[in-house]
């Protein structure tokens, strides 16, 4: 019998704002203290192009669209990725190349890293009495995905 492995990622925020035109000098600060990181997953939209005279229907694909994706976690005051996907929410236009590492193997190593550009669309944080500090936050995803298997 094998042993089930956990799906476990990362999430990173670029250090240049506002983004460079190409991902290959950027270096990363990792958002800590995440449990889920939902996403990228981008999808496309499908064109009825179907003639009256087609026995079946045809559909043409749309340019991707690389959708949102979903961070939760718990607020770490002194984490420096955190910090700046909280002032991020703040800013108009701060799109910055993003980093989801996917980690599936026993040994946590990188499986499959995801670029891309993206922008913090909204960032919230819920306060109750006597429990750790969740937040949420939802990055709108602008232009390819690249990924990159380990």
């Not at 944080?125 to 500090?133: K, L, P």
Request: net charge negative; hydrophobic share 35%.
């Amino acid at each position: 019998m094998t042993a089930k492995r956990m799906s476990k990622a990362r999430f990173y925020l670029g250090d240049t704002l506002p983004a460079p035109a190409s991902n290959g000098s950027e270096t990363y600060t990792q958002v800590g203290g995440t449990v889920t990181v939902n996403g990228p997953g981008p999808s496309k939209q499908m064109v009825d192009v179907t003639d009256m005279e087609d026995n079946a229907m045809v559909f043409l694909s749309d340019v991707p669209d690389g959708n949102t994706m979903t961070i939760t976690g718990f607020v770490d005051e002194t984490d420096a990725g955190l910090a700046r996907l909280e002032a991020d929410a703040f800013i108009d236009n701060a799109r910055r190349w993003c980093r989801v590492e996917s980690l599936i193997r026993a040994d946590n190593s990188v499986v499959a890293t995801y670029d891309f550009l993206g922008e913090v669309q909204d960032h919230g944080i819920e306060h109750s009495r006597g429990s750790s500090v969740p937040i949420n936050a939802t990055v709108k995803i602008s232009g390819p995905i690249t990924k990159t298997v380990a």
